[in-house]
């Protein structure tokens, strides 16, 4: 075996968890090494997830405004989609761009970057490998390094199930964002987030969209009353959503797929140009030589830490998708600040109450602590206050006045343990209430926040003046 190179900090793993890992860590004064097996930084949410989809939903609603301008007295019905061209500026004007930007901010703050795949020998010990197929653990294959401390942010893949598996047009999630053409019929497997978003993204673009959905709703983890807005938009989009369905097989050819489904003991099938599988994902943890440590994973893939992401290994981390909690990349980004700050000495923790949650559908969906029945639920008194953006003026001359503001509160002090936005801008005003549930701060500090008019803000005040039993536009 080659002779190991001595290294302090060594982040495996360079999607939003591991490149800000690897910047904090510099900042703090380690000399870092990031592990990245693909060719570019970023991880699956800047190249192939959170990002790129945001391109392809902007995309969408572009067209949708040019289509629907009558509304407002525009005369510009009949605008068209270049897909080739659409595709394009996603990759090179905001993939690439995010992208290139991380490279920059990693060069800045001297991260040694090494191109491979890191495999673990011991609790001090790995080997980066030549991407591509494994190699046995005995041989004497690649650059064998020992580390000080290490910071595994190795991210998920998605889940493949039986009968659809991922080639030709039967895609996930990254196929799906690449398609080279926008599909007249496009067949959607789960209905969670990454199915909703793309769902509603190519039917604003033009397809017509179903989605199969194994349990009783899409969007599971929201309340029924926020998803119901969601389904009128898609419903009015032409969307058909096939809830309780097991997705059984599907055969293709080169000009389209036939997935077959079953319902209450019926079987059934639809016709499609592509069919995408977005049915969860699974942490990135089986092939990391982890049975060669300390480090202790759940039946999950989920690798045990602390309130700092240190794993039963004590100089080994853990942090984004391959830890507990929420698969989001925000998530793991404040992971990465912490284990970084761990490592330094600091007194840094994984102590938030709540992580916002934002699913891009139209309208957004976004949430952050606990809902009314998970407060009820824990033996909480709690009450709510729901504002709607059908009395915002902003909504309104945006035409997009579905949806409404909910805070959850204790009865007794006003303490904000939860809030819920379905409407325009959700993805951004579920930070000021991400606030105000991780501050604890009650619904008069709420209330007597003056926000500015006329915007989509006013709504969360105004929430906050029902709360008190003032309201003052409904």
Same mark, same amino acid.
């Given at each position: 075996?080659?002779? *190991?190179?001595?290294?302090?900090?060594?982040?495996?793993?360079?999607?939003?968890?591991?490149?800000?890992?690897?910047?904090?860590?510099?900042?703090?004064?380690?000399?870092?090494?990031?592990?990245?097996?693909?060719?570019?930084?970023?991880?699956?949410?800047?190249?192939?997830?959170?990002?790129?989809?945001? *391109?392809?939903?902007?995309?969408?609603?572009?067209?949708?405004?040019?289509?629907?301008?009558?509304?407002?007295?525009?005369?510009?019905?009949?605008?068209?989609?270049?897909?080739?061209?659409?595709?394009?500026?996603?990759?090179?004007?905001?993939?690439?761009?995010?992208?290139?930007?991380?490279?920059?901010?990693?060069?800045?703050?001297?991260?040694?970057?090494?191109?491979?795949?890191?495999?673990?020998?011991?609790?001090?010990?790995?080997?980066?490998?030549?991407?591509?197929?494994?190699?046995?653990?005995?041989?004497?294959?690649?650059?064998?390094?020992?580390?000080?401390?290490?910071?595994?942010?190795?991210?998920?893949?998605?889940?493949?199930?039986?009968?659809?598996?991922?080639?030709?047009?039967?895609?996930?999630?990254?196929?799906?964002?690449?398609?080279?053409?926008?599909?007249?019929?496009?067949?959607?497997?789960?209905?969670?987030?990454?199915?909703?978003?793309?769902?509603?993204?190519?039917?604003?673009?033009?397809?017509?969209?179903?989605?199969?959905?194994?349990?009783?709703?899409?969007?599971?983890?929201?309340?029924?009353?926020?998803?119901?807005?969601?389904?009128?938009?898609?419903?009015?989009?032409?969307?058909?959503?096939?809830?309780?369905?097991? *997705?059984?097989?599907?055969?293709?050819?080169?000009?389209?797929?036939?997935?077959?489904?079953?319902?209450?003991?019926?079987?059934?099938?639809?016709?499609?140009?592509?069919?995408?599988?977005?049915?969860?994902?699974?942490?990135?943890?089986?092939?990391?030589?982890?049975?060669?440590?300390?480090?202790?994973?759940?039946?999950?893939?989920?690798?045990?830490?602390?309130?700092?992401?240190?794993?039963?290994?004590?100089?080994?981390?853990?942090?984004?998708?391959?830890?507990?909690?929420? =698969?989001?990349?925000?998530?793991?980004?404040?992971?990465?600040?912490?284990? =970084?700050?761990?490592?330094?000495?600091?007194?840094?923790?994984?102590?938030?109450?709540?992580?916002?949650?934002?699913?891009?559908?139209?309208?957004?969906?976004?949430?952050?602590?606990?809902?009314? =029945?998970?407060?009820?639920?824990?033996?909480?008194?709690?009450?709510?206050?729901?504002?709607?953006?059908?009395?915002?003026?902003?909504?309104?001359?945006?035409?997009?006045?579905?949806?409404?503001?909910?805070?959850?509160?204790?009865?007794?002090?006003?303490?904000?343990?939860?809030?819920?936005?379905?409407?325009?801008?959700?993805?951004?005003?579920?930070?000021?209430?991400?606030?105000?549930?991780?501050?604890?701060?009650?619904?008069?500090?709420? =209330?007597?926040?003056?926000?500015?008019?006329?915007?989509?803000?006013?709504?969360?005040?105004?929430?906050?003046?029902?709360?008190?039993?003032?309201?003052?536009?409904?």
């Amino acid at each position: 075996m080659a002779d *190991a190179e001595k290294k302090e900090t060594v982040i495996i793993g360079a999607g939003p968890g591991g490149y800000v890992a690897a910047i904090r860590a510099s900042e703090l004064g380690q000399k870092v090494t990031l592990i990245e097996k693909s060719d570019t930084l970023g991880g699956v949410c800047l190249n192939v997830g959170c990002v790129p989809s945001k *391109a392809l939903i902007a995309a969408g609603h572009r067209l949708q405004e040019a289509n629907r301008s009558d509304e407002y007295g525009i005369s510009s019905k009949g605008a068209t989609i270049d897909f080739a061209k659409t595709q394009e500026w996603k990759q090179h004007d905001v993939v690439d761009r995010m992208t290139n930007g991380v490279s920059m901010l990693l060069k800045k703050h001297k991260v040694e970057v090494i191109q491979g795949e890191a495999v673990l020998d011991s609790d001090t010990r790995l080997r980066v490998m030549p991407v591509g197929p494994r190699q046995f653990m005995d041989n004497n294959n690649g650059q064998v390094i020992d580390f000080d401390n290490l910071i595994i942010a190795s991210g998920s893949h998605p889940i493949e199930i039986p009968g659809f598996k991922f080639e030709g047009r039967v895609v996930d999630s990254t196929g799906g964002l690449n398609l080279p053409e926008v599909p007249k019929e496009f067949v959607v497997i789960g209905g969670g987030y990454v199915g909703t978003e793309l769902a509603g993204a190519y039917a604003n673009l033009g397809s017509h969209v179903t989605i199969i959905e194994g349990t009783d709703s899409i969007l599971a983890g929201f309340t029924k009353d926020m998803v119901a807005v969601v389904l009128k938009q898609l419903k009015a989009k032409g969307v058909d959503v096939i809830t309780g369905a097991k *997705a059984k097989s599907s055969s293709q050819d080169d000009k389209g797929v036939t997935v077959t489904y079953e319902v209450d003991g019926k079987e059934s099938t639809v016709a499609a140009d592509y069919c995408m599988v977005t049915v969860g994902r699974k942490p990135n943890t089986d092939e990391l030589g982890l049975e060669y440590t300390k480090v202790e994973v759940n039946d999950r893939g989920i690798i045990q830490t602390d309130e700092q992401g240190r794993t039963a290994s004590e100089h080994i981390f853990a942090i984004g998708d391959v830890a507990s909690g929420p =698969a989001l990349a925000h998530k793991a980004f404040f992971q990465g600040k912490v284990a =970084a700050g761990a490592i330094a000495g600091k007194h840094t923790a994984n102590d938030y109450v709540g992580v916002p949650a934002v699913c891009f559908s139209d309208p957004e969906l976004a949430v952050v602590g606990m809902t009314e =029945a998970e407060a009820k639920d824990k033996s909480l008194d709690v009450k709510t206050a729901k504002f709607p953006f059908a009395g915002n003026a902003r909504a309104v001359s945006l035409y997009e006045a579905e949806g409404f503001v909910r805070l959850i509160y204790t009865k007794d002090e006003g303490t904000v343990l939860g809030a819920e936005v379905v409407g325009p801008g959700a993805s951004d005003l579920i930070s000021e209430l991400s606030l105000a549930v991780n501050g604890r701060m009650n619904v008069e500090d709420i =209330a007597l926040t003056i926000h500015p008019h006329p915007t989509l803000s006013e709504p969360v005040q105004e929430a906050g003046d029902i709360a008190l039993g003032f309201p003052t536009h409904v």
